[in-house]
């Protein structure tokens, strides 16, 4: 399965974020990821789904939306007005999930669950036969910047290889701390798509650091 990266925009500019989709356009970063944060689930805030669907008309790229938020059941179906392709929520909220994968679902959006480095992967195991992404959590959520937390590939080993022996056809994200000594980590132990956001976001050009990063871990 070839590697797919997903560009973070968190670490671009909120004020002109139409140049940074513009940017990721030209480079070969299959989906485009969007960390809505609502200063509850996490302690960070960032943007809400009118601000995903502004910038839907800027780019055919999948709009791989990450909700860091507590209330999916109230918001939910906003994102998926605001054009996202995939909806990932955390299995640590209290909403029912099985209602949230099928409301997704039945709107014709792909549906993830993500996953923090301190919840066990198994909470997740009941939902791997419904869902098409698992997101491991490979930083605490909440910032871009932070340090891989080297912890974690264990878990996505594990995942990868409940995967393999259900034959389920479920992609694992990673997202945090994604460069390309620890991409090639990842996608050893199993992963498929990479999460990348200051990695790309301090280098001067983000095509070429997009590009680059695609090519030294497919
Ligand atoms: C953290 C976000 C991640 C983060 C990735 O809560 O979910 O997507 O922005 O950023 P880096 O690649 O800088 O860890
Ligand atoms: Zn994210």
Redesign the pocket.
């Known amino acids: 399965m070839s590697i797919i990266i997903s560009p ?1 925009i ?1 670490g671009g500019s909120f004020s002109n974020m139409e140049k940074t989709i513009l940017e990721i356009n030209k480079s070969r970063a299959e989906y485009i ?3 809505v944060m609502d200063g509850d689930f996490v302690p960070n805030l960032t943007f809400g789904p009118q601000f995903i669907s502004n910038l839907r008309s800027y780019s055919n790229k999948v709009f ?1 939306v ?1 909700l ?1 938020i507590k209330r999916v059941q109230k918001f939910v179906d906003d994102y998926i007005k605001a054009g996202s392709d995939i909806i ?1 929520f955390h299995i640590e909220i209290e909403d029912d999930i099985r209602s949230l994968i099928s409301k997704i679902k039945k709107n014709n959006v792909k549906c993830g669950i ?1 996953i923090k480095p301190k919840t066990p992967w198994d909470k997740i195991e009941p939902y791997l036969d419904d869902i098409d992404q698992v ?1 491991v ?1 490979t930083v605490e ?1 909440g910032f871009g910047g932070q340090v891989f937390m080297n912890d974690q590939i264990n878990k996505i080993k594990k995942i990868s290889e409940y995967i393999k022996s259900k034959n389920l056809n479920v992609k694992i994200e990673i ?2 701390g994604i460069n390309y000594e620890t991409g090639k980590t990842c996608i050893e132990v199993g992963a498929n798509i990479l ?1 990348a ?1 200051s990695f790309l976001f301090k280098q001067e050009d983000l095509i070429k650091a997009t590009n680059s990063l695609y090519d030294a871990l497919s």
């Open positions: 973070s968190l990821h969007f960390d791989d990450h860091m990932s993500a997101i959590m959520p997202d945090g999460v956001g």
